[in-house]
């Protein structure tokens, strides 16, 4: 599984870019997860996009447990990380 986050070339924002879509694909070939978005959002009209594993293992601070938990979490909010602990 995959998730998709595309960014436009934006002058007015600071950063210089602004996000346009997040989507969660349920494929595993990258490859044409790449072809749809290279046609879709192209370069040349100021995209750009990153592919994400959407489900990545983390290891649980207090317990040593391994466990998947989606890339974006908070780290605030990830019991791999001793802010979720001390709250």
């Known amino acids: 599984m995959y998730t998709v986050e595309v960014y436009k070339s934006d002058r007015r924002k600071k950063s210089g870019e602004r996000f346009v879509i997040k989507t969660d ?8 997860i790449e072809t ?8 040349a009209k100021g995209y750009r996009y990153e592919i994400h594993k959407t489900m990545v293992v983390r290891r ?8 998947e ?9 990830s019991p791999s990380s001793e802010t979720y602990w001390s709250m």
């Open 69 to 77: 938990e989606r890339y974006d979490t908070p780290i605030y909010c």
């Open 60 to 67: 649980n601070l207090m317990s040593g447990n391994e466990y």
């Open 36 to 43: 749809v978005y290279n046609t879709k959002y192209p370069a």
């Open 25 to 32: 694909h349920s494929t595993a070939d990258r490859d044409a």
